[in-house]
């Protein structure tokens, strides 16, 4: 089977990226892109919480009442999440206390929200479930993107395994500082949305006022 | 007094939510195209900030944590994997409580806030103060400071934001880094700028 460009499943990877276009879930690709290993664990948790949520919305979009939707897809997403923080807990202590509180914090990642209410509320479990995972991939693509850069540059090592041996140890680089600090995230990916969007020019926004050149003004007056 | 003073101004500067430990930023992104209604939005969060994190305090210290429940014959019960569920849902109730106050005494600010003001429930900034008053074992008073200080902080950084963006309209920026983009990069500036204050003691 040949996937489109408009699958749901590939959609979200850069045409419709949660992160870069539908400005969801910035929170944690900002908080936690310091270095790859809890990106990772980070992605695949959200990717499992987001398929969850998707197909349990999906399946009972008959049922659910529409005045307490909020609350009731709330309290789905909410128990995967504790799920998922219970088995990082008991498996990964260690990248546990590094996520700290942004595992708890999925509850709150507004991709897992926007997708149920603007997908999985309309659409058959199986499209959910295909939309739950792109979307998923799309902010894993972000993320893991990200921490490869800030933990490339600001501690010379990907995955903890050093490729650029730092003058610290004896070696040639220079550790930049900054990409272990939270504003690098920021130019990070503003830059990729940058290149992506000189990739894909149809994503660029209009600006509010354009600037009015000279001979424009002259003719005016 | 002076502990609870380093608290509000420790959350405000040194850990501000949303510049230092980038919570909330969707709605930060979304909600700072204009100044009156990052204003608004900052006044909402600050007042939801100072109820559910005091509140969600009570409710650990006396129903989840780990023995909290001695009081009722239980010592040895540890309901403390309930937190994140119950805090979920207390906000949730106190932003529609919100919601319908504001509608019944200051519809103007309801009107303005629209869709962001129930968006606030799933504003990670809010829980996320919350989930960090529970690792750092803040008492009843100490995250009533903690509430206030980072209601303040955020509010602080998204008016500081949108005053920013207002300014950007008249900026002549290349296509590609129009809106979103340069929001990122002014953001990252912004927080540049208040991670002088790490390390400093109050």
Redesign the interface.
Known sequence: MRLSRTHPLIRPLVDDNPVTLQILGLCSALAVSSSLRPALIMSISVIVVLAFSNVSVSLLRYVLPRSVRLILEMTIIASAVVVIDEVLKAFVPGVSAILSVFVGLIVTNCIVLGRAETFARYNTVGASLADGIGNGLGYSLILLSVAALRELLGSGALFGVTLLPVLADGGWYRPNAMMQSSPSAFFIIGLLIWGVRSWRTEQVEQPAFSVRHAEQRETSQ | MTHLLEIVLRAMLVENLA????????TY??VSKRIETAIGLGIAVVVVQLITVPVNNLLYQYLLAPGALAWAGLPTLDLS??A??TF??VI?ALVQVLELVLERYVPALQVRLGIYL?LL????A???AS??MV?RRYDFTESLAWGLGTGLGWALAIVLFAALRERL??S??????????????V???L??GL?GFTGVEF
């Open positions: 510049l230092v430990f980038l919570l909330g930023m969707c992104i979304a994997f309930l994140l569920v979920i849902g949730a129930p429930t799933v504003n990670c809010i829980l996320g989930l960090l690792q309209h008249y002549d920026i290349p296509d590609g880094l129009q809106g979103l983009g340069m929001a990122f990069i953001t990252g500036f927080a540049l991670s």
